[in-house]
C-alpha cells in the first residue's frame, strides 16, 4: 500500500503550476507510490530478455527496426499516470523511426557556431516529440583526447571550452520541446576497451581537461546526464560518488536525474542507488534482481529510494511546461525546413584545408560551373550514403543525398563520369579527360564507431535469468548468452570500434596519386569522425577539403562549397600532426590509463611538434581578413577582448575569430595557451565588423585543491585565426591573484 495519500501526477502538475516548488510536490508525489512503484522507477520497464531480443532484432538496419523502432521507456506508472522517460538516441538527429539526418557533431563542430546548434537542437527537439519521445539522449561532450577513438565523430572536438559551448547550445535548443541528456559522463574516449577499462586522472586534470564542458551543460539546466561505461579512479562511472554526487551534485548543483548507460552501465545495484545514479537503462536487469532483497536485509533503505525517484519525477516537473505541449505531427521529421537546415550545416562544416594552383593562374577552388565539361568522381565513397556510425548514433533518413548526387544536380549540363577506384587505370583515364578530378576518400561505419561485441562475461554477471530456466550454480563455466545483439546476422550495428591508423587506407592513397599523376586538377574530398592525416600524399592534391559525415544533404552542400555557392568556413576542432607519436599514448585494448594536463594542440605546443594542420585551422576562398583595434581590459569577473575584423575584398566572408590566453610566467605547469572564445562572424565586401568577446576568469584558472585558483601575473591574450596563426594581434592584461567560488 502507498504510504501516504496518493496523488496522481496530474495532481501534481497542478500544484506546481499554482505556485508550488517542483521539489516539495515531488516528494508529496513519491510518498503515496508503493514500495514496489518505486522500485520501478529506478530502471527502464522492458523486460531484460525480449528487450534484448527487440534491440538485437535489426538494430537500426532501417527505420523502424530494433533499436530505432520505438523509444526505450523507464519510470512509467500508469496507476498515478506518471508518464516517465520516453529515450530516443542521437547526436544527428533522432534515432526513432526515418527522420533529418544531420551532420555528425564533429561536423557541427567545425562550424563553431553555437546559434546554428541551438536551431539544429529545435529542430531535433520537434522531431523528438513527434516520435513519442520526451528525452534525447545525443548531448555528446567527450573531449577527445586522441583522434583514433571511435566515437570521436558523436562530440565537437579537443577543445573543453569549445566542447561546452557547443553542448551547451544543442541542450538549450532540444529543451525548447523535450528534455535532453548529456553523456557519456565521464573521462570516456576509447571505445574498444569501454567496458573495462579504468581512468586515473588527478583533480586538476579532471577539472581543468574533462569535466568542464559538463559543467557548462549542467550550468545551461540539462535535464539528464547519462553515465559512461568506464571507471574513474577505481569506480564504475555508474556507481562512482565522487562523479554523481560529490561533483555532479554537490559542487555544480544539478537538479535533474542520471541515467546509466545501457545495459552494463553498472556492476552493483545497491552501490549505484548511494553514488547517486537514479535509472538503470534500458531494461529491468540488476535493480530488479538485487535492490528489493537488499531493502529486506537493512542494506539498503526505502528513504535511499525514495532520494532517486524524487529526483526523476521533480525535474518532469520543471519541465512540465515544455512537455506538456501538443506533440508536433510526424510531417515535421525530415521536413523541407529540416533538410534545408541539415545542408546548412553540412556546408558551414566544411574545412578547407589546402587549395593551390593547379596549372592555371589562381587556387583550384572554387570550380567554375560555367567552363566545367567534363568532370571526373572518383572513389567508392563519391556514390555511397556515408552517414557514419551505424551503432546507437545511427538515424535513418528517408533520403540521402550523396557527393555524386550533388555534383550531377548542381552541373546538369556538365559530363560527370565516376568510377569507384578499384581500377587505377580506369580512374587514371578518367581523371585525364576531364576539367577536374574530384576524388572522394576516408572512413566508413565499418573504420570506426561504436564497439559493441559479445561480452559473455558481463551478460553472466549481470544478465537475470532467462525466464522458465534455472539460475546455474555458482562453479558453472561461463556461457555467453544465445541471443547477442552484436554477432547477430544481418544486423545493423557496427563493430568499427578505434581506428588503428589515422591514415588514409592504401587503396585511398594509390587513388589519389593516380588521379593526381593524370591531372594537376585533383580535388581530394576526405570523409569521417575525426583526425586523418595527409602525410603520404598531401603534395599530389591541388586541393584538399574535409567534409566530415556530412548528413542527409551532404552532397549537396559539398557541390554549394565546390563551386563557391557557399564560402568555406569551417575550422577544424582539434589539430591534425604530422607524426601520429606527437599524440598522447592510446591503446584500444588497454585495461587502465592515465590521462594528463596535455592533448592535442596543447601537447604539440608543449613538446614543439609543429602540426600539420593547428586547432581552429580552415582556408576561405577570398583574401584571409585583418584583424586589428584589438584591446583586452578586465572587468570584475571577466576579460573582455574587442577588436575589429575587416574585409579586403570584394566578396562577403565569413571568419572564426579565436581568442586564446595564458599568463606569461606561469608558476605551475599548464598549457601554454588555450582557447577562452570564439565567435563566428559575416564580414560584408569591403566592410568591417567590431567583436566583442568576454573569457570569465574561471577560463583562465587552475584547480588547487577543491578551489580555483587565478595566479597573478601578466596574461597574454591573442585573437588569431587558429592556434598557431603567426598573424595574431596580441595583448595584454595584468590580474591579481584570486579565488573563485565553485
Not at 577513438?149 to 565537437?156: F, K, L, S
Not at 536487469?285 to 535492490?291: A, D, E, P, S, V
Not at 511546461?321 to 525546413?337: M, N, R
Not at 596519386?513 to 591541388?542: F, L
Amino acid at each position: 500500500m502507498a504510504s501516504a495519500e496518493t496523488m496522481t501526477f496530474d495532481d501534481a502538475r497542478a500544484r506546481v503550476r499554482a505556485g508550488e516548488d517542483a521539489g516539495d510536490v515531488a516528494r508529496a508525489f513519491v510518498a503515496g507510490l508503493t514500495l514496489d512503484e518505486k522500485l520501478w522507477c529506478l530502471d527502464g520497464d522492458e523486460e531484460f530478455w525480449p528487450g534484448l531480443l527487440r534491440m538485437a532484432g535489426g538494430a537500426a538496419v532501417a527505420a523502424g527496426d530494433g533499436y530505432s523502432r520505438e523509444p526505450w521507456i523507464g519510470a512509467r506508472l500508469d496507476r498515478t499516470g506518471f508518464p516517465g522517460i520516453a529515450f530516443s538516441d542521437g547526436p544527428r538527429g533522432v534515432a526513432v523511426g526515418p527522420n533529418t539526418c544531420f551532420p555528425v557533431s564533429m561536423a557541427r563542430g567545425a562550424t563553431f557556431d553555437p546559434a546554428l546548434e541551438e536551431r539544429i537542437g529545435e529542430a531535433i527537439g520537434r522531431e523528438l516529440r513527434a516520435r513519442g519521445a520526451n528525452l534525447f539522449g545525443g548531448v555528446n561532450v567527450n573531449v577527445l583526447r586522441h583522434p583514433g577513438w571511435g566515437r570521436a565523430q558523436e562530440t565537437y572536438g579537443e577543445d573543453p571550452h569549445h566542447v561546452g559551448e557547443m553542448g551547451a547550445a544543442l541542450a538549450r535548443g532540444v529543451q525548447r520541446h523535450a528534455m535532453a541528456c548529456v553523456k557519456h559522463y565521464a573521462l570516456n574516449s576509447i571505445e574498444n576497451a569501454r567496458f573495462k577499462i579504468d581512468v586515473q586522472a588527478d583533480g586538476r586534470t579532471l577539472h581543468e581537461v574533462y569535466l568542464p564542458h559538463f559543467k557548462r551543460v549542467v550550468d545551461e539546466g540539462v535535464a539528464c546526464v547519462m553515465s559512461a561505461y568506464n571507471s574513474v579512479n577505481g569506480a564504475w562511472c555508474g556507481e562512482n560518488h565522487a562523479l554523481l554526487t560529490e561533483i555532479l551534485r554537490d559542487e555544480w548543483g544539478f537538479r535533474g536525474f542520471v541515467i546509466s548507460d545501457w545495459i552494463f552501465g553498472l556492476r552493483d545495484a545497491v552501490k549505484s542507488v548511494r553514488a547517486g545514479l537514479d535509472i538503470e537503462m534500458p531494461f529491468r536487469q540488476q535493480r530488479m534482481q538485487h535492490l528489493p532483497p537488499a531493502l529486506a536485509s537493512g542494506e539498503l533503505t526505502e528513504a535511499g529510494v525514495d532520494a532517486p525517484v524524487t529526483r526523476v519525477v521533480s525535474t518532469l516537473l520543471r519541465f512540465d511546461a515544455v512537455l506538456s505541449q501538443p506533440a508536433p505531427d510526424t510531417a515535421v521529421c525530415a521536413s523541407d525546413e529540416h533538410r534545408g537546415l541539415a545542408r546548412e550545416a553540412a556546408a558551414k562544416s566544411i574545412v578547407l584545408l589546402k587549395n593551390e594552383p593547379a596549372g592555371g593562374a589562381g587556387p583550384a577552388l572554387p570550380l567554375n560551373a560555367a567552363s566545367l565539361k567534363r568532370v571526373a568522381v572518383l572513389g567508392r565513397l563519391a556514390s555511397a550514403p556515408n552517414l557514419g556510425d551505424r551503432g546507437s548514433s545511427n538515424v535513418v533518413p528517408p533520403s540521402v543525398v550523396t557527393p555524386l548526387d550533388g555534383l550531377r544536380a548542381a552541373l546538369p549540363d556538365a559530363d560527370i563520369a565516376a568510377a569507384d577506384g578499384a581500377d587505377l587505370d580506369e580512374a587514371a583515364r578518367i581523371a585525364r579527360n576531364a576539367d577536374v578530378a574530384i576524388v572522394v576518400v576516408g572512413c566508413t561505419y565499418e573504420d570506426e564507431g561504436e564497439y559493441i561485441a559479445a561480452q559473455p562475461e558481463l551478460f553472466i554477471a549481470l544478465a537475470p535469468p532467462r525466464p522458465g530456466r534455472p539460475s546455474p550454480p555458482p562453479d558453472a563455466p561461463p556461457r555467453p548468452p544465445r541471443e547477442q545483439p552484436a554477432q547477430r546476422a544481418g544486423q545493423g550495428f557496427a563493430m568499427g570500434g578505434d581506428r588503428a591508423s589515422l591514415d588514409l587506407s592504401a587503396a585511398d592513397q594509390a587513388l589519389i596519386r593516380a588521379a593526381a599523376s593524370a591531372n594537376p586538377a585533383t580535388v581530394v574530398v576526405m570523409m569521417g569522425g575525426s583526425a586523418i592525416m595527409v602525410e603520404g600524399w598531401h603534395d599530389d592534391a591541388a586541393a584538399i577539403l574535409m567534409a566530415w559525415y556530412p548528413g542527409m544533404e551532404g552532397g549537396h552542400a559539398l557541390a554549394d562549397v565546390l563551386l563557391g555557392r557557399v564560402e568555406p568556413a569551417g575550422r577544424l576542432p582539434f589539430a591534425v600532426p604530422r607524426d601520429a607519436t606527437h599524440l598522447p599514448h592510446f591503446d584500444r585494448d588497454a585495461t587502465t590509463i592515465t590521462y594528463g594536463l596535455f592533448h592535442g594542440q596543447w601537447l604539440l605546443d608543449r613538446d614543439g611538434h609543429a602540426p600539420r594542420y593547428p586547432f581552429g585551422y580552415g582556408l576561405s576562398y577570398g583574401e584571409p581578413p585583418r584583424i586589428d583595434g584589438v584591446t583586452v581590459d578586465a572587468h570584475g569577473d571577466a576579460v573582455v577582448v574587442r577588436a575589429r575584423v575587416r574585409n579586403t575584398g570584394s566578396a562577403p566572408l565569413t571568419e572564426v575569430v579565436q581568442v586564446y590566453a595564458g599568463p606569461r610566467e606561469p608558476v605551475r605547469e599548464r598549457p601554454r595557451r588555450r582557447l577562452v572564445a570564439f565567435a563566428r562572424v559575416d564580414v560584408p565586401p569591403s566592410g568591417s565588423v567590431a567583436v566583442e568577446l568576454a573569457a570569465p576568469l574561471s577560463r583562465l584558472a587552475v584547480r588547487v585543491g577543491d578551489a580555483w585558483v587565478v595566479d597573478a601575473g601578466v596574461y597574454d591574450f591573442a585573437v588569431a585565426r587558429h592556434a598557431a596563426d603567426a598573424g595574431a594581434v596580441a595583448g595584454e592584461v595584468e590580474l591579481a591573484a584570486s579565488t573563485l567560488s565553485s
